[in-house]
């Protein structure tokens, strides 16, 4: 019998390392680390830092600058964002050992950042009490600091005005506070990582800027409403079929005035407004531009002569181009007489604080204009001429008080002969009002020369204006009918010649052989030699002012209509028609 088989042993295995389970675990360990670090250090879109330098940053001093970072934050966290606080002691020592705004906003882990630098124009005004105005032209950067980062840009100008600089610049941080809220809050919203996040229904996006959503789609609608309101009254007038086709300067989100004509085409006053969606008070308001005085040409950039506050009444033109004159108000403080020559700086001629420059004429060649001048608010108008060159008064025509005494217009007959429309008032010896009468005044003679030219009996007339070679004068003259027509004189001799044009605001071409006026809210010409009247304009639209152009082929004039998104205040175009 043979023995038995030993019994196998168990196969005992071999022992595995436990290197790549610690590996594995490392891995996972240094992973979770690196993704717990990104999450906190990662830019938080929902996080803003405001960093406009407006003579300063905040961080550093900067008044101004501090001012519009706690507007705008005010505005941001009431919709869900968080801004970087101007009194966070870590964020201002990050801020001044950074190299920009951006570098420091990625320290603070913030996701956007609104930045800019400017540094404002300090205007002092010649005025006894003292006034200071303040302008700024900002370049406004929305930057996402974020992976992929990108820039969005916006350009506006702003100013603001005070008794001291102080005080003007407090104003113009609210200014531009307003601005760059307005400018950026699209900017940040309609972002590709915020769009993203709320697309995905990610909690906290939705949760915290659910105001956001609703504020933007509010600011957004008004807007838009707005704005297809202003499209439309130019779509209108465009697509209006009127006798004759019409060309359109500037769009109605303003008021532009034609303040007269020269070489370089049409000299344009704008008061510039456009919609603001307001973020404190959540309604739709307006903000206004500066104003310019600017030649236009309808083929391109204007010529801008100046900009500023507020130009009282017309500016005007000499009819060579010589000069432009306008009136400046200078915050409420004082009134100015402004002229332009040419290329050069506007200068003031005069600045005074109690009297009142109303529609100023230049004469040929820019030495002298003719206007109305009252000492004071509530005093009357005199007529006078002013000399441009050093704002002497060549001649002056003071009010004697009469009931119904006053002026109709004036013109020029020429570079030193003034005409100009008196009325009387009062009554003769029979009882009859004393007939008004058209005058002419020559300032090269010291003193000046007053003679009456021609009296105008039992009618009343108004309006007047010149020839460019001074030799006709035209008024709208209404006798018992109460019609206007329009009457012609010879600046030489007085001869009258009347016409069977019927209308307002007549104007001559620059030979005199033509007249441009309105009727009913429409532009009309008339040929002196042949009586004939041509309709330039038929259409359910305002219009007025019409004016020659310097060759007479075209008649400019403005378009107006009440403003569709503001009720009670006044938009306006300008426009013109080649006379055929």
């Not at 002013?386 to 009469?402: K, P, V, Y």
């Not at 532009?523 to 004016?547: G, M, S, W």
Request: aromatic fraction near 8%; charged fraction near 25%.
């Amino acid at each position: 019998m043979s023995a038995p088989e030993p019994e196998s042993l168990p196969v005992i295995p071999k022992r595995r390392s436990g290197l790549p389970i610690l590996l594995g675990f490392l891995v996972v360990l240094v992973g979770g680390g690196l993704t717990l670090a990104h999450l906190l250090t990662r830019p938080d879109p929902f996080k803003v830092l405001v960093a406009v330098d407006v003579d300063g940053p905040w961080w550093k001093g900067g008044a101004a600058s501090e001012e519009i970072s706690e507007e705008i934050a005010d505005g941001l966290e009431k919709i869900g964002f968080e801004v970087v606080s101007t009194n966070d002691s870590a964020a201002i020592s990050i801020l001044s050992s950074a190299s920009s705004p951006v570098e420091a906003a990625k320290k603070l882990r913030a996701g956007f950042v609104v930045h800019g630098v400017t540094t404002p124009e300090v205007i002092e005004h010649p005025v006894e009490q003292g006034f200071v105005e303040v302008r700024a032209k900002v370049t406004l950067t929305v930057t996402y600091v974020g992976s992929g980062g990108s820039d969005a840009e916006d350009v506006f100008t702003t100013w603001a005005g005070g008794p001291t600089k102080k005080d003007a610049m407090k104003i113009l941080g609210e200014q531009i506070a307003n601005r760059a809220f307005d400018a950026s809050l699209p900017r940040i919203t309609g972002h590709a990582i915020v769009k993203e996040r709320l697309d995905a229904g990610e909690i906290q996006a939705v949760v915290r800027l659910d105001a956001a959503r609703r504020f933007s789609a509010s600011r957004d609608k008004q807007l838009e409403e707005a704005n297809a309101a202003y499209d439309k009254l130019l779509r209108e007038r465009r697509e209006h079929k009127g006798p004759l086709p019409i060309t359109y300067l500037g769009d109605f989100r303003g008021l532009w005035y034609l303040a007269g004509t020269g070489a370089s085409g049409a000299l344009v006053n704008t008061q510039g407004r456009r919609p603001f969606y307001h973020p404190k008070r959540t309604d739709l308001e307006w903000l206004t531009e500066l104003e310019t005085v600017a030649w236009h040409d309808g083929s391109g950039a204007p010529t801008v002569l100046w900009s500023g506050y507020h130009v009282l009444g017309y500016p005007a033109a000499a009819p060579d181009g010589a000069a432009v004159l306008f009136v400046e108000d200078l915050f409420g403080h004082a009134k100015t007489l402004t002229v332009v020559e040419g290329s050069k700086e506007p200068r003031r001629v005069i600045v005074h604080e109690q009297a009142r420059f109303d529609n100023p004429e230049v004469a040929p060649g820019g030495r002298a204009a003719a206007m109305f001048v009252r000492l004071c608010y509530a005093c009357k108008r005199d007529f006078a001429v002013i000399s441009l060159l050093d704002g002497n008064t060549l001649f002056r025509r003071e009010s004697a008080g009469e009931i119904d005494e006053g002026f109709g217009g004036y013109g020029w007959a020429g570079a030193s002969r003034a005409i100009y429309l008196y009325h009387p008032g009062g009554v003769a010896e029979s009882g009859e009002p004393l007939p008004e009468e058209l005058r002419v005044v020559d300032v090269s003679q010291s003193p000046a020369k007053d003679d009456r030219l021609v009296a105008l009996e039992k009618e009343r007339c108004g309006g007047l204006s010149a020839s460019a070679d001074g030799k006709r004068v035209v008024l709208g003259c209404s006798a018992e009918t109460g019609e206007y027509r329009l009457v012609l004189f010879d600046t030489a001799s007085g001869a009258r010649t009347n016409t069977s044009a019927a209308g307002l605001s007549p104007s001559l071409s620059p030979d005199g052989s033509r007249i441009a006026y309105t009727r009913d809210g429409d532009v009309f010409v008339y040929t002196v030699d042949t009586a004939k009247e041509t309709r330039l304009t038929d259409d359910p639209f305002y219009e007025r002012r019409a004016l020659f152009s310097a060759d007479g082929r075209r008649v400019y004039f403005e378009s107006q209509a009440e403003d569709p998104t503001f009720k009670g205040r006044t938009a306006g175009v300008v426009a013109w028609v080649d006379v055929p």
